[in-house]
């Protein structure tokens, strides 16, 4: 269960986030960072925030921490501008 408390994969508020995310953004040039751990199972994470319309995502930052792969992605409904 743990992904320390934050349940399966530790997506358990993640999940719930991604499912309302909509009512958090500004339509239709929303943006959202997230951070994630490596088994939060980024790519599945992608997957979700894009059938919600955020199809563009890159990743901003990553680091390490103990024997945590941490990064910060950014997703947004349109393709960033080249100053972003």
């Given at each position: 269960?743990?992904?320390w408390a ?79």
């Open positions: 269960f743990a992904s934050g349940g399966f994969r530790g997506r358990q508020v993640i999940d719930r986030f991604i499912a309302q995310v909509s009512a958090f953004t500004s339509a239709p040039h929303g943006i959202v960072y997230l951070l994630l751990m490596q088994n939060n199972d980024p790519r599945q994470v992608q997957a979700l925030m894009a059938a919600q319309g955020f199809t563009h995502a890159r990743k901003v930052a990553s680091t390490s921490v103990g024997v945590e792969s941490l990064l910060v992605i950014r997703f947004s409904r349109c393709a960033p501008s080249s100053g972003s």
